[in-house]
């Protein structure tokens, strides 16, 4: 069964720096969303994509995040300048039609 | 704003045992609703979802849930736990027809913890 893929799966970074994250959606999904959770907390909604472009964005989702679709299969998030606060579990999921969607495994990132 | 309630936070059920997670929304119009299960470390993973129809909706695992209008729920149900359910469980809300790029709600999930 086709499955949405995340790499890494655990990144380790330094305050400031700058992280992508990847995402390998299901083949023939056409939405793309990027979800965080905060350790003990709930499932944050980030960001949507469709069409090349985001849809939807959270109040979260600020000039300090930013997606792309660099190419036919991946999905990226980028975090410019990491903050301690960003550290959390960072899922991607994604929808053939934008009702079911599909999660990926997680990246857990931490920031030290 | 849509809004998803769990109000358990832990649940503990004895092995065998049935389940009920309980789960109200708050939405404007008919919403989708889904319920999602978070093993340690993992992914979510669905298991079911409603978004019109018959409101008695199965999923797998041998989870089924009800929507019910009037009460704003859609709760999930077991009738026989396994140890391997112990798990963390999210309900979530999507807008309906038209929202295809709209994020998912989600509450704040309820933590199963089995019994031997």
């Known amino acids: 069964e086709p499955e949405v893929t995340q790499t890494p799966s655990h990144q380790v970074t330094q305050m400031g720096q700058e992280v992508i994250l990847r995402c390998v959606p299901i083949?023939?999904?056409?939405?793309f969303y990027w979800y965080r959770q905060i350790l003990g907390q709930k499932v944050e909604f980030l960001v949507s994509?469709?069409?090349?472009?985001?849809?939807?964005k959270s109040e979260i989702f600020d000039d300090q995040f930013s997606v792309e679709r660099p190419d036919g299969s991946n999905f990226t998030l980028k975090i410019r300048s990491t903050k301690l606060e960003d550290s959390a579990m960072y899922f991607c999921?994604?929808?053939?039609?934008?009702?079911?969607?599909?999660f990926g495994p997680g990246t857990r990132l931490t920031v030290l | 704003a849509q809004s998803v309630t769990q109000p358990d936070i832990h649940i503990t059920v004895s092995e065998g045992a049935s389940l009920e997670l309980r789960c109200n929304y708050s939405?404007?119009?008919?919403?989708?609703l889904f319920w999602y299960v978070q093993s340690p470390g993992q992914g979510l993973q669905l298991l079911l979802k409603?978004?019109?129809?018959?409101?008695l909706v199965q999923g797998i695992k041998g989870f089924e849930a009800e929507f019910k209008r009037s009460q704003s729920s859609f709760n999930l149900r077991k009738p026989s736990v396994h140890w391997s359910d112990a798990a963390e469980y999210f309900c979530?809300?999507?807008?309906?027809?038209?929202?295809?790029?709209?994020?998912?709600?989600f509450g704040k999930g309820t933590h199963l913890i089995i019994q031997p």
């Open positions: 999921a994604s929808s053939e039609a934008g009702d079911t969607q599909y």
């Open positions: 083949s023939n999904h056409l939405y």
């Open positions: 994509f469709y069409n090349n472009e985001i849809s939807e």
């Open positions: 939405y404007g119009a008919t919403p989708y």
């Open positions: 409603y978004f019109s129809g018959d409101t």
């Open positions: 979530a809300v999507g807008a309906g027809t038209g929202g295809g790029a709209d994020g998912l709600t």
